[in-house]
């Protein structure tokens, strides 16, 4: 049987950005932690760190965060940045405020750039993350993307060929495959996570890409429903589906 983890009160609460250990422990003083309809005032003692801590215990009224290893899903709107650091908006102002300061930290899976909307995941669990982007684990990224000028035809072959190579590399792009919607509209898939790979990609073909946006990574979608700025947290089923190729 796997050995359940246990954390001080303090210290888990700190760590998932609810203030210094300090701060806990006024909270604490003042009757905002309840566990199983109880007050816990002494924030040292330890307690047991299971799934379900979160629809058992509330912090100042409010059930408490998700535990660590979460995974979020996002629609990215337009205009926003996957950066900790850059000016002007950024992904994570659309999170709670707090879940700035947890620890470890929440990052982006790979990036999309500012003019890019669609999915987009956040995770605070490095080693997900690092499976995700991972060129030996081919998860392929679908893009819907808007063209300024008609398609020629001879996309699908070039990116399918594995030999395309793009200005300043040395390695040509692994195979990605086409789906022609209109004249001016594609869907493409890629496995590789190159900086503006999709927008080059056009653009060696002479051609300039005027929108794109992420559908799809693996076979996770993004939902019909789930508007641009908003986000829910991923089950394990749907974390699962990343993974798969198709084969």
């Known amino acids: 049987m796997a050995r359940v983890p246990t954390s001080r009160i303090d210290k888990l609460l700190s760590s998932m950005g609810y203030g210094s250990r300090k701060e806990i422990a006024r909270i604490a003083k003042a009757g905002g932690i309840i566990l199983d309809a109880a007050s816990l005032l002494d924030v040292t003692q330890r307690i047991a760190v299971t799934p379900d801590l979160p629809a058992r215990m509330t912090i100042c009224g409010e059930a408490l965060d998700p535990l660590a290893h979460m995974v979020i899903l996002l629609n990215k709107p337009i205009g926003m940045t996957c950066s900790h650091k850059n000016d002007g908006a950024l992904v994570y102002d659309i999170l709670p405020k707090r879940w700035r300061s947890r620890t470890p930290a929440i990052s982006t899976v790979g990036r999309l750039d500012k003019q890019?909307?669609?999915?987009?995941?956040?995770?605070?669990?490095?080693?997900?993350?690092?499976?995700?982007?991972?060129?030996?684990?081919?998860?392929?990224?679908?893009?819907?993307?808007?063209?300024?000028?008609?398609?020629n035809g001879t996309e699908g072959d070039l990116f399918a060929s594995g030999g395309l190579m793009l200005d300043s590399e040395t390695k040509p792009l692994a195979p990605a495959e086409l789906e022609v919607v209109s004249t001016t509209e594609a869907l493409l898939s890629i496995t590789e996570g190159r900086y503006h790979q999709v927008r080059r990609m056009f653009a060696a073909t002479g051609n300039h890409v005027v929108g794109l946006h992420r559908e799809r990574l693996g076979d996770l979608t993004l939902p019909d429903g789930l508007a641009p700025r908003e986000w829910r947290l991923l089950t394990g089923e749907e974390i699962a589906l990343i993974f798969n190729r198709g084969d």
């Open 116 to 151: 890019t909307s669609g999915l987009l995941l956040l995770t605070d669990d490095g080693d997900l993350l690092h499976q995700v982007i991972s060129p030996k684990r081919f998860v392929k990224k679908t893009y819907r993307v808007n063209l300024a000028r008609p398609l």
